[in-house]
């Protein structure tokens, strides 16, 4: 073993965090207890460095940095100087999953990883040159330790929020069981468009032998956190997920996928959508990149509807309009709002998508309304700030032929900027509709 000291960074602000990291809980031990102790299986000493008034209530002592600044140089040069041995690991208390193999490939390099200066291995005799460099106002690492040796970048992943140190603890988990054959993150967590924030849940992928288990038992939920809740759902593609809300607000689905099913996965045109938008491999002991690179690029805009389609949808529309007309008639209420404000206006989301693309056959509608307010027609928006019922006889009435409106009007010019026939008999359906819940608005006004 080479002589060499570690120096645990444990200071931060950490307000993204929320708390201070160096004191947060991973799998049953605090990040400063994890960074510690694997600094141990590669440095013949250990310390840690930070801020001695924050006072955190660690298992040992804390060398302070001597400044009320806060950057990682100014731990980086208090190491230096209590370090016994030249060569110094520096190691932030952020990087849970790096593991006692990469951080010997550092020192025996003595370099830094190619994603940064940090961990990564710093002298003594670099010290007047960050002394110097601190003087000149310069707290930047980058450029003093000009080595470097490539790592699996997962194993650097930092955890900056609640939601990172999730998602490590789940691919540590993982990594440490031999029936989770893959781990790969998908929806807002991985997208490289309209990318995640602080409201983004975070959905984790598990390819595992066999989901009974985890779908029979929780307790492995555990291991990410404290749950304060969890229970079973369905997948889009017919697979069960595990969703758990944790003590701390975050909220985590976690897909189970029997390898058998990663056939079905490549079928579903909606996992083409969902991988196009980006994903992330935080394990894979199936060669599974592949296949969801694959998948990832075969995805494309969806195509324009054809007159069935077309025909399809507007009647299923004006059908559905009718019959929710007949339940508030008859005084079933919670069953006319019910499909007012869910059914039709899931139809009328579709019509909207396609009216989006008949403007510009290149916009991004996305599925099943999400972010409608940026790709929607603006007048479409307005109008249905109205078209959303109270629970009320008299509001559902009014919904309901606002809803109508708005669904005729976008028809009427989808198809007609489609180059589509529009052949329904709209004053004849109106006719029917009112003959049952005539329209009550010329009452209000």
């Known amino acids: 073993m080479t002589p060499c000291t570690g120096i645990l960074l444990v200071g931060g602000a950490s307000e993204r965090f929320g708390s201070p990291k160096a004191l947060a809980l991973f799998r049953g031990e605090t990040l400063a207890e994890r960074g510690w102790r694997i600094l141990h299986e590669v440095c013949d000493e250990v310390l840690a460095v930070g801020k001695v008034a924050e006072g955190l209530e660690l298992t040992f002592p804390v060398v302070d940095d001597g400044v009320d600044a806060r950057a990682p140089v100014f731990g980086v040069i208090a190491g230096l100087r209590a370090a016994a041995n030249d060569i110094c690991l520096v190691l932030p208390v952020d990087c849970p999953l790096v593991t006692a193999d990469a951080l010997s490939a550092l020192v025996e390099h003595r370099s830094v990883p190619q994603t940064g200066p940090l961990p990564g291995v710093y002298t003594k005799s670099m010290l007047p040159e960050l002394e110097q460099r601190v003087s000149a106002g310069e707290l930047s690492l980058r450029g003093v330790n000009l080595a470097v040796t490539q790592l699996d970048e997962r194993l650097l992943a930092n955890v900056n929020t609640r939601m990172d140190l999730i998602e490590t603890a789940v691919t540590d988990w993982a990594l440490e069981r031999p029936d989770i054959r ?32 985890y779908a029979q038992s929780a307790a492995w939920v555990s291991e990410f956190g404290t749950p304060v809740l969890t229970f079973l759902d369905e997948t889009p593609v017919g697979q069960r997920e595990r969703r758990v809300l944790y003590e701390t607000g975050e909220d985590v689905d976690l897909p189970l996928f029997p390898v058998s099913a990663l056939e079905q996965l490549e079928e579903s045109g909606a996992a083409n959508e969902l991988l196009g938008r980006g994903y992330r491999l935080l394990v894979d002991e199936i060669g599974l990149d592949e296949r969801l690179r694959n998948l990832a690029e075969r995805g494309s805009a969806p195509a324009l509807p054809t007159q069935a389609d077309f025909d399809q949808l507007a009647a299923d529309f004006w059908y559905h309009a009718l019959w929710a007309a007949k339940k508030l008639r008859r005084g079933e209420v919670f069953t006319a709002i019910g499909c007012l404000d869910g059914y039709l206006k899931a139809r009328l989301v579709t019509l909207l998508e396609l009216h989006a693309r008949a403007v510009d056959p290149s916009v991004d509608t996305w599925h099943e309304g999400r972010f409608l307010e940026r790709w929607a027609d603006p007048g479409a928006l307005s109008a249905l700030e109205k078209a ?23 028809e009427e010019e989808t198809a007609r900027r489609l180059g589509l026939a529009s052949e329904r008999d709209h004053d004849d359906l109106r006719r029917l509709l009112a003959e049952v819940v005539p329209d009550p608005r010329s009452r209000y006004g």
């Open 182 to 213: 893959a781990a790969f993150v998908v929806g807002s967590r991985a997208r490289t468009d309209t990318p995640a924030d602080r409201w983004s849940d975070l959905d984790v992928v598990l390819v595992v032998d066999d989901p009974e288990p």
């Open 388 to 410: 959303f019922a109270h629970y009320d006889v008299r509001d559902v009435a009014r919904a309901l032929w606002e809803t109508i409106d708005l669904f005729q009007a976008v």
